[in-house]
């Protein structure tokens, strides 16, 4: 089965301090994997995602992930934080092999910058 | 990307009365959309996934006689919260899912549903 793991329900870090949100997931086979942010009453933004290539993927914002198939993971970074990163985080996995292209999510966490 | 549009954007309904959910895709046409269910503070569920022209794949313990999904377009699918209940209230997200090589799901901006 499937399943992501979002080990944090909350990060906190000061403005200007890189950032790291946690991810791990397992699927069977190769993964497809996606970050995603959501601000309150709002839908979800898509960030970045890894297919296939360089381990090292760079998306919107100044936001950054790394595909670590050994320890399977798929951790969100940014080297410099900002107040309005402040928002919920979602990661998700498909597997490779699942033509429904359902998505499967982290239960999430919040991020929060202070100034 | 893509751009997704739903509307209403937040509804309060009576107890007992149907509720329809649009979900527009607005730059793409879309074979496959998903609908979603966020409760506070929580991961979405994925309820179905709604095929244009045929019928929504429902996920295990989600009533498809209460939530019907209608995709008669390449850019629209509806999802219909019928005989609403307390229990419904809650936020619903749809997506389109951008297939090949550059595979994303792009969500729409979510539906508050309150049933009173």
């Known amino acids: 089965a499937q399943s992501v793991a979002q080990p944090e329900d909350q990060v906190n870090v000061a403005e200007g301090n890189p950032l790291t949100v946690k991810c791990t997931y397992s699927?069977?086979?190769?993964?497809?994997l996606f970050w995603y942010v959501q601000y309150p009453n709002r839908g979800l933004q898509f960030l970045l995602k890894?297919?296939?290539?360089?381990?090292l993927v760079k998306g919107s914002y100044g936001f950054e992930a790394e595909f670590n198939k050994s320890q399977t993971s798929f951790h969100l970074k940014k080297p410099s934080a900002l107040v309005s990163d402040s928002a919920l985080y979602f990661c998700?996995?498909?597997?490779?092999?699942?033509?429904?292209?359902?998505?499967?999510f982290g239960s999430g966490t919040r991020l929060l910058v202070r100034p | 990307g893509a751009v997704v549009s739903q509307h209403p954007s937040r509804v309060i309904c009576k107890s007992g009365t149907s509720v329809k959910i649009e979900c527009r895709s607005l730059?793409?046409?879309?074979?496959?959309m998903f609908w979603y269910r966020q409760f506070p503070k929580q991961s979405l569920m994925l309820m179905a996934t709604?095929?244009?022209?045929?019928?929504?794949?429902?996920e295990q313990g989600v009533e498809k006689d209460k939530f019907l999904i209608n995709h008669a377009s390449l850019t629209l699918s509806t999802l219909t919260v019928t005989s609403a209940h307390p229990e419904d209230s809650s936020f619903y997200i749809c997506?389109?899912?951008?297939?090949?090589?550059?595979?994303?799901?792009?969500f729409g901006p979510g539906t508050r549903l309150l049933v009173l």
């Open positions: 997506s389109v899912a951008k297939t090949g090589k550059q595979e994303t799901q792009y």
């Open positions: 730059d793409f046409q879309a074979t496959t």
């Open positions: 699927v069977s086979g190769n993964p497809y």
């Open positions: 709604s095929n244009e022209g045929s019928k929504a794949t429902y």
């Open positions: 998700a996995v498909r597997a490779m092999g699942d033509s429904s292209y359902k998505l499967i």
């Open positions: 890894y297919i296939t290539g360089d381990n």
